[in-house]
RNA sequence: GGGCGGGUAGCUCAGUGGUAGAGCGUCGGCCUUACAAGCCGAACGUCGCAGGUUCGACCCCUGUCCCGCCCACCA
């Protein structure tokens, strides 16, 4: 064994070793009568790259997966891959405009095919990334939301949603990316915060009569569009206008002025209000209360039509300068004033959307809500961390109707068939041979394809099946057991699934959801390709050079300034962390936190973890080699040697400590735990004192430690398999076992009761000689008395236990300390060495003679005396109060009492101690 | 406008009604034959601010100031 880890080689092997091994497919076999733990994998785009949150998913859900197949589940994770409607459309969209071509140029059909390709070309790489990060994922049950079978679902789904008059069809206000050209739910609108903006006033002049009534707008050129000018019923200011008329300034049109008292508010701006139905949110509404004309402006790219006047033709921005220029020009512009406002913004294309009415398909989603709202407010879904529940049950209480049109090629199509003479709609799988209203037989199928989300809304259950009931795997593994996620797409993909899944399967798709944060950069910001700030997994684990992730931002799209904050950052690139490393790095985050700030710092921290383990692996392997010592899961059985108990005791501990932090979903827990365990005790500790344990001349000794070092070992790599899967399985095969399975990752889980050996009194015995060395060698820093000079340490405690365990374990502690240590019987006794360091730890009190004085010392022990001086002042102060004695348990009162008593002695000492440095 | 989360050591973050923790960084000492990606020590915090509850508050309550996010049709 080398003495560096080197992680690149060793994951490529295990990766390939467990493939080809199939460890992680699940059985549906008769015979298998284990319990079963399922989990889907939120399917990342088809054509997407890795980027860090995928690593993320992939090692929570790894980590959950793995431990339950350890403990004997039969565990399912789907994996698979999304179509991405929108996105991947857009994606391949930028590739022709390359060509200098648009999908319009290829028409639908060769489009679709050219995404196809694409799609056949990089999709599935993703897939084998994640794989690289360890995920152990089935992949022979690797799913795609456009394969035939999915589609049929999706299809089968619609139809019954149809059927039961859940989707419908409307006209209404929709948001429109004038972009993409389609049509956005209202979750992919997503609101740019807080811009400065401009609200323009201008004047409508009042037909027939002097007089203008003025109004103020932050989109000028809908003016074009305006049926009606509203003003508040009861507004003194215009009661003489009730019933009147403005005149269009170049439209040859009336606009009623109408009274409305839930769209105006009098006390904003001149409390007049232009109406425009086609346009806004609030004026349908009110053109709806006024049965006003709606006149649509806008072309499906933005531009405006025929309705627009001279303006037809120019696009919406262009047309915004153009009509307040022509206000100002006749001299009905009165002025702007700075407004703050918030713009909607298409979640893909970036563009400012716009509202305009449009025929689309919804589906109804309140029936939908009320049992998915029932489900988590019952607990059979449960929401970690809990407080998500609030934001989930805000959104599911206000649910909107969901347009799942969308005016795109790539993508489900609808199951929809309009009659070519009648236009009668006849929802089904294949059009009907006549039309059930007019008897024709001529069909043209709807042209709009589904939102994305539609079919990921019915992913834990179509990739088990559905709609086969007799699905070997719906029945098996359906309902799943954990669905974890960024909470980004709480509304987007979870809230849907849970909808879905009860109106289709009857149950719900999971029982339990876990969000997790965001992973940002080191700064908080969110990673974007176009900021630079994104880390790839990739580099990360297997280092890169500065040049080439400058390159690849670059290719990106990166901007300028983002290069050079890379350059800053990563000035001699990323080095290599492997896999591994940035798993433990990924774990430590608290679940809790809305962000995760990955540190490369962090992935550092766990890349040395990595080398630690594998050091002390070697250490312990080189001193267990050729010795015959096997392996055999459980611990020496009468184990005499205190720290052999001790370690099998923490060892105890720490499988507790993992195991409840994983149950909890705390993963930072269980990582700190499992480290700090392998890192302060096993290595720091164990690994130093068994040096002259294994070297001992009593044979006895030798081999109860020979075997409680491999067991320990052996555990820990079980402990932190489903953490660090490929280092473990590499130190694991090197272990020789008695029986085994071929991999770890079909190990037995650790369990405390089994692996470990409760040992408080070792523990406690332990702690004493831990102390009693740190001191030393806290002394001996403080003093400048290096190792190779030799001390003396006199001690003496009152407590036979203490004693015992200090002259039972000499050796080892003159060892550790490069003391020689003496036992004094009478307190007294310490006095006769003056001019020394003294120490106390209760019950054990020490001195150090004939070490150097120095102004250091003085410092020192006056440091300590303020010290002592303030803790006691508030102890005193506890004390003294009645209440507290009175009020406060009494362990706590006598705790306190006791720390009195301990303080005041330590002050008398160390007030001493310096009176009796020489001056 | 509403809702949520956060403000703890220089940095990034854990944390509990009863003497404040980790990693990184800093300082000092070590090439001690598993590991210098290491070992041994040390220093560093009136836990955003102001009130309140309590014998006791970093923790609970109220107010307040910052930061971030989500939802919402104010022209």
Redesign the pocket.
């Known amino acids: 064994m080398p ?3 080197s992680p690149i080689e060793t994951e490529e092997r295990w990766s390939r070793f467990w493939e080809e091994g199939e460890f992680f497919t699940a059985s549906v076999a008769h015979d298998d009568v284990r319990p079963t733990y399922t989990l889907v994998m939120p399917p990342p785009n088809v054509t997407g790259t890795l980027h860090i949150g995928h690593a993320c998913r992939t090692t929570f859900e790894d980590v959950l997966v793995r431990r339950k197949r350890m403990q004997g589940f039969n565990t399912l994770w789907v994996p698979g891959t999304d179509h991405a409607g929108i996105a991947t459309q857009v994606v391949v969209e930028r590739q022709l405009k390359r060509e200098g071509l648009t999908r319009h140029d290829l028409g639908r059909e060769r489009f679709i095919k050219r995404i196809w390709e694409w799609k056949e070309q990089s999709g599935g790489a993703i897939l084998k990334q994640i794989q690289r990060l360890g995920g152990s994922c089935d992949r022979s049950r690797e799913r795609f939301t456009m394969e035939p079978d999915l589609s049929y679902a999706v299809q089968e789904a619609f139809i019954r949603l149809y059927n039961e008059g859940l989707i419908y069809r409307d006209t209404r206000l929709v948001n429109w990316d004038v972009e993409s050209r389609t049509v956005l739910s ?2 992919e609108v ?2 740019e ?1 807080q811009v400065s903006g401009e ?1 323009f006033d201008f004047a409508y002049p009042i037909e027939g009569e002097e007089g203008e009534l003025v ?5 000028p050129e809908t003016m074009l569009g305006d049926t009606a000018v509203a003003i508040h019923p009861e507004d003194p200011r215009y009661l003489h206008l009730h019933g009147k008329y403005v005149r269009h300034p170049f439209l040859d049109r009336s606009i009623p002025i109408v009274t409305d008292a839930i ?7 001149t ?1 007049a ?2 109406v425009t139905p086609a346009h ?3 004026d349908f ?1 009110t053109g709806k209360r006024h049965g006003l004309p709606q006149i649509n402006l806008l072309n499906p790219d933005g531009t405006l039509n025929e309705e627009a006047g001279e303006f037809q033709g120019m696009d919406r921005f262009e047309a915004r300068k153009a009509v307040k220029a022509r206000l100002e020009a006749i001299g009905l512009a009165r002025g702007s004033t700075k ?1 703050m ?2 713009l909607p913004r298409s979640q893909r294309s970036g563009t400012i959307v716009e509202p305009i009415i449009s025929t689309q398909w919804f589906v109804r989603m309140e029936p939908l809500a009320a049992p998915a709202i029932e489900a988590v407010e019952n607990g059979t879904i449960q929401i970690v961390p809990e ?1 998500w529940q ?2 989930y049950f ?2 599911m209480r ?1 649910i ?1 109707n969901w347009c799942i049109s969308r005016q795109l090629w790539w993508g489900h199509p609808i199951p929809a068939w309009y009659c070519k003479k009648c236009e009668q709609v006849h929802v089904a799988a294949s059009p009907p041979q006549t039309c059930t209203a007019c008897g024709n037989d001529e069909f043209v199928q709807d042209e709009d394809v589904l939102d994305t989300w539609f079919s990921s809304a019915l992913w834990p259950f179509s990739t088990l099946g559905w709609p086969n009931t007799e699905s070997r795997e719906l029945k098996r593994f359906y309902p799943t057991a954990d669905l974890e996620t960024g909470y980004d797409i709480l ?1 987007f993909w979870v809230a849907r699934m849970i909808m879905m899944g009860l109106h289709f399967t009857g149950q719900v798709p999971f029982k339990r959801v876990l969000l997790a944060g965001l992973v940002t950069d ?1 700064r ?1 910001e ?1 990673m974007s390709k176009v900021k630079g700030n994104v880390i790839d997994p990739i580099d990360v684990i297997q280092g890169a050079s500065i040049e080439s992730i400058l390159a690849k931002a670059k290719q990106a799209g990166a901007k300028d300034s983002a290069l050079k904050y890379l350059k800053k950052t990563y000035p001699d690139g990323l080095a ?1 962390h492997g896999a591994d490393a940035l798993r433990m790095a990924l774990m430590s ?2 679940p ?4 995760i ?1 990955l ?1 490369i ?2 992935i ?2 766990y ?2 973890f ?3 383990l594998w ?2 692996s ?2 312990s392997l ?1 001193n267990l080699e050729g010795t015959g010592t096997q392996s055999t899961g459980s611990p020496p059985v009468n184990p005499e040697v205190l720290v052999n108990r001790w370690i099998l005791a923490r060892l105890a501990t720490v499988i507790e400590g993992v195991t409840q932090g994983l149950d909890e979903y705390r993963g ?2 269980a990582s ?1 735990a499992v480290y700090h365990f392998l ?1 302060d005790e096993f ?2 500790w164990y ?2 004192l068994t ?1 002259p344990l294994l070297a001992s001349d009593r044979r006895e000794i030798a081999v109860e430690t020979r075997q409680t070092l491999m067991h320990v070992l052996e555990t820990t790599l079980r402990l932190l398999h489903p953490m660090m899967p490929f280092i473990t399985e590499e130190i694991w095969q090197r272990i020789d076992k008695t029986e085994a399975p071929t991999s770890i990752c079909l190990a037995p889980y650790p369990v405390a009761a089994v692996e470990g050996r409760a040992d408080p009194e070792a523990v406690r015995e332990m702690e004493h000689l831990k102390s009693f ?2 001191k030393t ?2 002394i ?3 003093h400048d008395l ?2 190779s000079r030799s001390i003396d340490v006199y001690w003496h405690t009152p407590e036979a236990q203490v004693a015992r365990v200090l002259e039972e374990q000499q050796a080892l502690i003159e060892r550790l300390t490069g003391a020689t240590i003496h036992r004094v019987k009478t307190p007294e006794e310490l006095q006769h060495h003056t001019a020394a360091a003294t120490f106390v730890l209760e019950p054990l009190r020490g001195v150090v003679p004939d070490v150097v004085d120095s102004e250091r010392e003085r410092e020192r022990l006056g ?1 300590e005396l303020k010290r002592v001086e303030k ?1 006691l002042a508030i102890v005193s102060k506890k004390l003294g ?1 009645p ?2 004695i ?4 009494a362990e ?1 009162v006598q705790k306190e009492r006791t ?1 009195l008593a301990t303080l005041t002695e330590q002050r008398a000492k160390l007030s001493s101690a310096i009176a009796a440095l020489p001056a």
Not at 215 to 219: D, F, I
Not at 592 to 595: A, D, K, M, P, T
């Open positions: 003495p560096t880890y209202d979750l997503e609101t915060q609200l109004v103020s707008t932050t989109r769209l105006v508010d009098p006390e904003f701006g409390g209000v232009k806004d949110w609030n509404e407004h406002m918030t407080d609030k934001t805000h959104w206000n909107h509304f080191e908080g969110k290599t985050y608290a809790g936190s809305r962000r700030a540190s710092k962090r550092e921290t890349r040395n990595t080398n630690k050091n002390a070697r250490f080189m930072d827990e700190s890192w290595c720091d690994l130093e040096k060395v740190v060698r806290t001996r820093a403080e290096p190792n440091r803790d109060n209440s507290f009175d009020r406060a348990p706590v720390r």
